[in-house]
T-cell receptor
Framework: DVKVTQSSRYLVKRTGEKVFLECVQD?????MFWYRQDPGLGLRLIYF???????EKGDIPEGYSVSREKKERFSLILESASTNQTSMYLC?????????????FGNGTRLTVT | GQNIDQPTEMTATEGAIVQINCTYQ??????LFWYQQHAGEAPTFLSY????GLEEKGRFSSFLSRSKGYSYLLLKELQMKDSASYLC?????????FGAGTRLFVKA
């Protein structure tokens, strides 16, 4: 079974802090994704990566950056956290970018910015 | 633009059949996924349609009409554990875009 592990289940940070959310997958998947999930809005794609050191903006990249130095690890960075970034963050991986293969999700990180 | 619509909430009775509809307008459409998400948990894969027609998998079936931009998820013999959110998602290129999800409440 694919395992996608997010480093923290809950995080509380202050406005202006730099925040790192880490995600690791163990199935040698090429593609990794960061989504945020908010009530009534569903999952929105922040960034994705289809190869090591490659990254592409999703639909809501503003205020975020990502890093993929190794195939198994995809990090989401909030350069200066703001209260509107309070959300559930979900990392996912897939074999072929979701064309035919489903996304495998981590359990999520609930981030609160105060 | 990209748009996926599905009902916000539905309620059904244990043992019954429920159909959750999804309409979409997305660019570069490759296929359509359905995911299930229980409260506080990660979404998990249910089904995938790339061609028109019905895909059946046990109690769950999914239908796709590409020309109409329409899909539905059919759940039969509902059980209490089916109470969850059901997410419709389309794929295009490397991206998977999700609808806001339908919360299904199954009552006894």
């Amino acid at each position: 079974d694919v395992k996608v592990t997010q480093s923290s289940r809950y995080l509380v940070k202050r406005t202006g802090e730099k925040v790192f959310l880490e995600c690791v997958q163990d199935m040698d998947h090429e593609n990794m994704f960061w989504y945020r999930q908010d009530p009534g809005l569903g999952l929105r794609l922040i960034y994705f990566s289809y190869d090591v050191k490659m990254k592409e903006k999703g639909d809501i990249p503003e205020g975020y950056s990502v890093s993929r130095e190794k195939k198994e690890r995809f990090s989401l960075i909030l350069e200066s956290a703001s209260t509107n970034q309070t959300s559930m963050y979900l990392c996912a991986s897939s074999f072929d970018g979701g064309h035919n293969s489903p996304l495998h999700f981590g359990n999520g990180t609930r981030l609160t910015v105060t | 633009g990209q748009n996926i619509d599905q009902p916000t909430e539905m309620t059904a009775t244990e043992g019954a059949i429920v159909q959750i509809n999804c309409t979409y307008q997305t660019s570069g459409f490759n296929g359509l996924f359905w995911y299930q998400q229980h409260a506080g948990e990660a979404p998990t894969f249910l089904s995938y349609n790339v061609l028109d027609g019905l895909e059946e998998k046990g109690r769950f079936s999914s239908f796709l009409s590409r020309s109409k931009g329409y899909s539905y998820l059919l759940l039969k013999e509902l059980q209490m554990k089916d109470s969850a959110s059901y997410l419709c998602a389309t794929t295009g290129g490397f991206k998977t875009i999700f609808g806001a999800g339908t919360r299904l409440f199954v009552k006894a």
